[in-house]
């Protein structure tokens, strides 16, 4: 029951901005001092993850390889996985950051008659997460519309491709369906799946949860509970937010308040959870770091700087010690001059 | 900290990449439109607020039962009758699409297909 405390707190999200707003004068604390507080914390929280992460040594050269490494001539190197050099690191780079392609290695093993085991890849969790990113993506670019004056072409086109297919009114958004789907194939697997079952913990489900509430709260607002959700006093509130002058000029209805409510929550929750993976898989020495442990020296940073003592200059530090001691020298005592 | 060389910058793209509406308006809210309401009538075929949240779905069911089932009925308010017809009834109070659709929604930026196959009147 790992996702009964995190659903509650949800559930108790919605309900604290849906009664909140009812007193008066609290509208201004749901929508002008907790969406300032939570950008403050959402900005200010991951940079300074990011400065923890990147004040942390990476003592060894570790990056993982799964593919033939850089050797003799005639043997072809796997360019993607087991990079060399920084231009092949940013291609990988590049492709786990916009296909995740290392869930592609999401392998599941089955056993077949004969008996006969398989590690096949599993790219279920690929297909959902990935539906998932550019969902909320597409969803984040749709928003611009409401913070930006005058609308620039790319949020109105992103809007415009999103809503295409013209199915009601007003138009069904292709990415409200996809993530609401992806979220719910990402819950299923963790109730399903006895393996992810098990290593789920609240922190899991909670963001889950929430997103699935900002999405369903946005779906209700766009089509079914419209009475009250005046979008201009919206849009007037959203681009007073951002250029520092707000204004709630309007009643605007609870249910905005509890999407707006649970963003902020989201934004606040953000530096501080897994969902930090948006800032770190830029940082993942295991990913970012070239498989050149034989062509470049990888010095530790935290060594203590020790100078090379060769035997010579040892020889020479201790020869008349050693000679008085009977210790064999390489180099004898220069002969005695007052002699 | 290590490689800030690259992680500061970094770090400032991401911050300049979250507040682009803050750069984009330039401070400037802007006003909410106004839109220019008919002047002889006063009433509308729905009470106000109701028209604000749904006129969308209103248009869309007149669309759906006189294109699609040829039911070209009347509607009957307050003793009134009015044809399921944007450009013949909608259209005969607020006659004006820049003054008064335009307005709301190329600020929200939304885009209704209703011109793609009505002719806007010419102004």
């Known amino acids: 029951m790992k996702y009964a405390f995190p659903l509650a707190a949800v559930i108790a999200l919605v309900l604290i901005a849906l009664v909140g707003v009812q007193i008066p004068g609290m509208q201004y604390f749901f929508g002008i001092v907790i969406p300032y507080a939570a950008m403050a914390l959402f900005l200010g929280g991951f940079c300074l993850r990011v400065i923890y992460w990147a004040r942390s040594p990476v003592p060894f050269k570790i990056p993982t390889t799964c593919g033939q490494g850089f050797s003799l001539d005639w043997i072809k190197q796997d360019k993607l996985e087991a990079p060399t050099n920084t231009s092949q690191v940013v291609a990988r780079m590049f492709l786990e950051i916009f296909l995740f392609r290392s869930l592609w290695r999401n392998t599941k093993s089955t056993v077949y008659d004969g008996p006969k085991l398989t590690y096949e890849s599993s790219k279920w969790l690929w297909l959902f997460g990935i539906m998932f990113h550019y969902s909320f993506l597409v969803i984040v670019i749709r928003h611009m519309r409401l913070f930006m004056d005058p609308v620039p072409f790319a949020v109105s086109f992103t809007e415009t491709i999103d809503s295409l297919l013209q199915i009601g009114a007003p138009t069904m958004y292709m990415t409200d369906v996809t993530i609401v789907l992806a979220l719910l194939f990402l819950f299923g697997r963790r109730l399903t799946n006895p393996h992810v079952r098990y290593l789920s913990l609240a922190n899991d489900y909670f963001p889950l949860f929430l997103i699935l509430g900002v999405a369903t709260t946005g779906i209700l607002m766009r089509f079914f509970l419209r009475t009250d959700v005046d979008i201009n006093a919206i849009k007037q509130l959203a681009v007073g937010l951002v250029t520092f002058h707000p204004t709630i000029s309007a009643d605007i209805g609870a249910i905005f308040y509890a999407h707006l409510f649970l963003v902020c929550t989201l934004l606040a929750y953000f530096p501080m959870s897994k969902l930090m993976h948006m800032g770190g898989v830029f940082l993942s020495p295991t990913r970012n770091m070239a498989n050149d442990s034989r062509m470049k020296r990888h010095v530790n940073p935290w060594n203590p700087s020790i100078k090379p003592h060769s035997y010579a200059s040892y020889e020479d530090e201790f020869r008349e010690d050693m000679v008085e001691q009977g210790i064999p020298v390489e180099k004898e005592l220069p002969p005695k001059t007052d002699e | ?123």
């Open chain 2, 1 to 123: 900290m290590y490689d800030s060389s690259k992680i500061i910058p970094g770090l400032i793209i991401f911050v300049l990449f979250v507040t682009i509406p803050i750069w984009y308006n330039h401070g400037d809210a802007g006003a909410a439109p106004e839109i220019k309401l008919p002047q002889d009538a006063k009433a509308c075929v729905r009470p106000t607020a109701e028209m604000r949240a749904s006129h969308m779905q209103l248009l869309n069911q007149w669309r759906d039962e006189v294109l699609r089932d040829g039911d070209r009925g009347t509607i009957e308010v307050d003793g009134k009758h009015y044809k399921k017809s944007l450009m013949l009834t909608c259209m005969e109070c607020h006659t004006s699409k820049k003054q008064f659709c335009d307005k709301c929604h190329d600020y929200a930026s939304v885009k209704p297909y209703c011109w793609d196959c009505h002719l806007a009147p010419v102004e």
